[in-house]
């Protein structure tokens, strides 16, 4: 007896280590295909190049605390030869373009028992003012020339877009959907403009876009609005993207980059990775092309220059839309709307990387790293091209000669 419940020991022993061995090996196989499936979805590692145009860093600017991960994609504006800044309790900063000297700082005066005020929406600067949205819903206006404060007017909701100043009035979206419109020079509501949202967006507003007599509007809903801006009424709705899919995921779709209005057509693009160009006054579609993303376009001579959700960079032909040219170098890394800085485009990223593209085909030209991460989409102006990051740092750079 003792022999056999030895020999049974020795086999369920045997067996058990056999057992283990197989988990074993099962498990290093699905290890593997876990661990190939994770390097797909992490973003690719930067590739060394020879840079094919120089690029110098004229300057950089603390602005204050940034967003962080509040998400609101605060950028800078620019208006006679002054970059317009804000963080998020930093103040208003009016910077010369050139130099980077700071002009001009405002701080929002702390009311009693209330909390410090977080300047979220902007600026937007026009018509000799500069106009900057709040968390809680206020809009503030500043004299552009020396930053004192003319107004003050209220919003139901977060302002995390920049105001639009022009025709008079100035345009705020907030992140209710709606749009609301103040007269520039005392801040009196004008009209506004309610918009109902999906369950569920993805955090971000775009900026209003004026034409002659009206403001465009993408809303998360994945459409592009055009309104009166006398009066707010919907002049017309497209759809830029479709918001289709078995789930509230699938189906988000938002506009949350600029459009762009190019004589009589406008082009915007959505988070469902569809791009469109639409006649302007009439609101009818030219062309739609499933490449695009959440980060807004960028015009050149010959191309409508997007990004996409996954990293991809492309150039479409403004008459047909079709991919001339597309980057995938950077997969996956976060990339904000482009910009164009001569003849080169130029994408931020999730590290704090700058890159520059060559226009005509999409090669990687050059190269710098700024800090932060970069969630706004750098502007241009003048040459300069300035790339805001989320911990409130300002940098300018210039390509060199």
């Known amino acids: 007896m003792s022999q056999m419940v030895i020999l049974k020991r020795v086999a ?21 295909k876990d661990a190939e499936a994770k390097k797909l979805q992490e973003p690719v590692e930067l590739v060394k ?11 950089t600017v603390n602005l204050g605390k940034g967003e962080d991960r ?18 998020i309790t930093g103040g208003v900063h009016a910077i010369d373009l050139q130099t980077g000297k700071k002009v001009w700082t405002y701080e929002p005066a702390k009311e009693k028992k209330k909390p410090k005020l977080r300047l979220s929406g902007g600026p937007g600067v026009g018509e000799g003012l500069v106009v900057i949205g709040t968390l809680d819903g206020q809009v503030i206006a500043l004299d552009a020339a020396d930053g004192t404060e003319k107004w003050r007017a209220k919003v139901p909701g977060e302002v995390i877009s920049a105001p639009a100043v022009g025709q008079g009035m100035v345009f705020v979206r907030s992140n209710d959907g709606r749009i609301t419109s103040f007269d520039a020079t005392n801040g009196t509501q004008r009209w506004f403009n309610p918009r109902e949202l999906p ?14 007599g009206v403001v465009f509007v993408g809303n998360d809903d994945g459409t592009l609005a055009a309104l009166g801006a006398a009066d707010g009424r919907t002049l017309w709705d497209q759809v830029v993207g479709n918001p289709e899919g078995r789930t509230e995921l699938d189906r988000m779709s938002d506009v949350d980059g600029a459009p762009v ?40 001579s010959s191309y409508v220059i997007v990004t996409d959700n996954q990293g991809g960079v492309f150039g479409l032909d403004k008459q047909s839309g079709a991919a001339s040219w597309s980057q995938t170098g950077l997969a996956r890394r976060q990339l904000t709307g482009p910009a164009l800085q001569g003849d080169y485009v130029v994408v931020s990223d999730f ?48 390509l060199a000669n």
């Open 12 to 32: 369920t022993v045997a067996m058990l280590g056999m057992a283990l061995s197989g988990c074993s090996t099962v498990k290093g196989w699905f290890a593997g």
């Open 49 to 59: 190049f020879d840079a094919t145009v120089k690029v110098d860093k004229l300057w």
């Open 70 to 87: 509040i998400g609101v994609r605060q950028g800078p504006a620019v208006a006679d030869g002054r970059v317009y800044a804000a963080a």
């Open 199 to 212: 369950m569920l967006t993805v955090r971000g507003n775009a900026p209003v876009v004026q034409g002659p």
């Open 261 to 300: 209005l190019e004589g009589n057509t406008l082009y915007a693009s959505s988070f469902k990775n569809q791009t469109i160009a639409i006649e302007g006054p009439t609101g009818r579609p030219l062309w739609t092309r499933d490449h695009g993303g959440a980060g807004g376009v960028t015009l050149s």
């Open 351 to 398: 590290d704090g990387y700058v890159h520059w593209l060559q226009q005509s085909d999409g090669a990687m030209a050059a190269r710098a790293k700024t800090g932060g991460t970069v969630k706004a989409q750098p502007i241009v102006a003048d040459g300069v091209l300035l790339v805001q990051n989320i911990e409130g740092k300002l940098t300018a750079f210039r």
